[in-house]
């Protein structure tokens, strides 16, 4: 659960814990304010996008771990073993990751947003080269949804919806 933000140049006690009865009910509209950013409804399109986008990306990258774990599994020729299961490992890792990324996200957690532009950089440096080596339709595949995701990152109601922090614990 995350707390609206402080403002350092208001006091630290709102009026009705000096004493002063009615007068925070203001504060609490502002508290409900800031929460109401984050209801479901008020949820831009372009998150929903970029959260399908990257969810989108898991799964394949999960079916992509599928396929090279059954190669393994069959003795397909490997050089090394332990560098086929060291990158299986990777590959589940990474979609681990990207289905984090895409959940909170959706949420509107402000880390993801980071970790979505990676991702999406990280899928153009795969995509352009095999859309200029020759393969048209994988290529645009992973350049599209891409630049689509960078495009809505960077989108103002977006930025403003993936404005949410953790929030934690007091520590004592």
Not at 23 to 37: C, L, S, T, V
Not at 86 to 105: E, I
Not at 144 to 157: M, R, S
Request: proline share 8%.
């Amino acid at each position: 659960m995350s707390r609206p933000p402080v403002n350092p140049a208001q006091p630290a006690f709102g009026p009705e814990e000096n004493g002063e009865p009615g007068a925070g009910a203001g504060a609490a509209r502002a508290a409900g304010a800031a929460g109401a950013a984050h209801s479901a409804g008020a949820r831009p399109p372009g998150i929903k996008i970029v959260s399908l986008v990257v969810v989108a990306e898991a799964l394949t990258l999960l079916g992509a771990a599928a396929v090279y774990g059954y190669q393994l599994a069959i003795g397909a020729p490997v050089a090394s073993f332990a560098g086929a299961v060291f990158t299986l490992v990777l590959l589940l890792g990474f979609s681990a990751w990207l289905f984090a990324t895409g959940l909170f996200l959706f949420r509107g957690y402000r880390w993801t947003r980071a970790a979505a532009l990676v991702a999406q950089l990280f899928v153009l440096t795969i995509g352009v080269p095999t859309l200029t080596g020759g393969l048209v339709l994988p290529g645009l595949a992973m350049v599209l949804p891409a630049l689509a995701g960078i495009v809505f990152l960077f989108d103002k109601k977006v930025i403003a919806f993936a404005s949410r922090t953790g929030g934690s614990a007091p520590v004592l």
